[in-house]
C-alpha cells in the first residue's frame, strides 16, 4: 500500500486543523457577534485553500506523467491553482472591508468572554500548523503553492493575535468599534497575500526568466570553444521546473567537438543556475550571421 509524501501528509493535516479553526472562528463569530472573529475565520478558509490547493497540484503533478501531447505534465497546475487561489484571497478580502466600514459606521456590541476563548483557539492552532510547515520547508522552498501556504499561515499568526488583542480591549475599555477596525486589518493582511501570489503566479506566466541572463551567458561563454551564447531563453513551467533553449556559436569544427561543449554548458546551467533541461543548437560564426535570432511577432 502506497503512503502519502511528506509533504503531502503534512498539507492534509495542517488542512484537518485548520478546518476545525475555521468553522469554530465562524461560528463563534455569528454567535457571538464578532466581525474580527469572522474575517479570522475568512483568513484561515483562505489559509485552508491554499494547502487543499497545493496538495491537489502536487498530487497531480506527481501522477500524471508527460505525453507527447503534454510535454511538460501537469506542472503548470500549480501556477493556475496559485492564480485562482489570489484571486479568491481578494474578493473575500474586498467582502470583510465592505462589511467592517458599516460596522464602523454603526458598531455593535459583541460577547468578548466567548469571542475570546475561540480566538485563544484559532491562534493556538495556527502556530500548531506553522510548527508543521517546518517539516516540508526544506523539500517544498520553490513551490509557490507550498510557500504562499506558509505565508497565508504566518499572516494569519498576525492576525490571530490582532483579534485576541483587540477584543481584550473591547473587553476592558467598552469600545466595540475596535472589533471592525481589527477585522479591515485583517483583511488588509489577506490582500497583501493575495497580492503576493498573483504577482508570482503572473511572472510565471507571463514567461519571465527566473535566472540572470547575463550571469548565465558569461560563465557559458568561458568554456573552451564557445564564441558566443545567444538567443537564450528560459522559462519556468512551474515554481520549481525551469526549461530553456538557445543557440551556442562554436568555434570547433565537428560535430564531436560540440557534443562534448554542449555537455559542459548543461552541467553549468543544471548545477549552477538550477535549469532542469535546456535545449541547444550550434552553428558557427557564419552560420549565425544568416539569421536574426530576435524574436519577433506581431498581432495583426
Not at 27 to 46: C, E, Q, R, T, Y
Not at 108 to 126: C, F, Q, S
Not at 130 to 153: E, G, M, P, T, W
Not at 212 to 230: S, Y
Request: hydrophobic share 50%.
Amino acid at each position: 500500500m502506497k503512503t502519502v509524501p511528506a509533504p503531502r501528509q503534512t498539507l492534509l493535516i495542517a488542512a484537518a486543523l485548520l478546518m476545525g479553526t475555521f468553522l469554530a472562528e465562524l461560528i463563534g463569530g455569528i454567535a457571538f457577534n464578532s466581525l474580527s472573529l469572522i474575517s479570522d475565520s475568512f483568513h484561515v478558509i483562505s489559509d485552508l485553500i491554499s494547502i487543499l490547493v497545493a496538495f491537489l497540484s502536487l498530487t497531480i503533478a506527481h501522477r500524471k506523467q508527460p505525453s507527447r501531447q503534454m510535454a511538460f505534465g501537469y506542472h503548470r497546475l500549480e501556477v493556475m491553482s496559485a492564480l485562482f487561489n489570489g484571486l479568491l484571497l481578494s474578493v473575500i478580502s474586498a467582502l470583510i472591508f465592505a462589511e467592517a466600514w458599516s460596522r464602523f459606521r454603526n458598531p455593535a456590541p459583541i460577547d468578548t468572554t466567548g469571542a475570546l476563548i475561540v480566538a485563544g483557539i484559532g491562534l493556538a492552532v495556527n502556530f500548531t500548523v506553522a510548527v508543521l510547515f517546518q517539516r516540508i520547508s526544506r523539500h517544498s522552498k520553490k513551490d509557490i503553492n507550498i510557500q504562499a501556504a506558509y505565508l497565508h499561515v504566518l499572516g494569519d499568526i498576525l492576525a490571530s493575535v490582532s483579534v485576541v488583542v483587540g477584543i481584550v480591549a473591547i473587553k476592558l475599555f467598552d469600545t466595540p468599534v475596535v472589533d471592525p477596525i481589527v477585522a479591515g486589518f485583517v483583511a488588509l493582511l489577506i490582500l497583501i497575500a493575495a497580492g503576493r501570489v498573483l504577482y508570482r503566479s503572473a511572472e510565471i506566466l507571463l514567461h519571465k526568466s527566473p535566472q540572470d541572463v547575463d550571469r548565465l551567458r558569461g560563465r557559458v561563454l568561458d568554456v573552451e570553444g564557445v564564441k558566443d551564447f545567444v538567443d537564450v531563453r528560459l522559462w519556468q513551467v512551474c515554481s520549481h521546473l525551469t526549461v530553456g533553449t538557445a543557440h551556442v556559436v562554436v568555434s570547433v569544427g565537428t560535430v564531436e567537438e560540440t557534443e562534448g561543449i554542449k555537455r559542459q554548458i548543461r552541467s553549468i546551467v543544471q548545477d549552477e543556475f538550477d535549469v532542469r533541461d535546456i535545449t541547444l543548437e550550434c552553428e558557427t560564426s557564419d552560420m549565425s550571421t544568416r539569421h536574426n535570432h530576435a524574436f519577433e511577432h506581431e498581432h495583426t
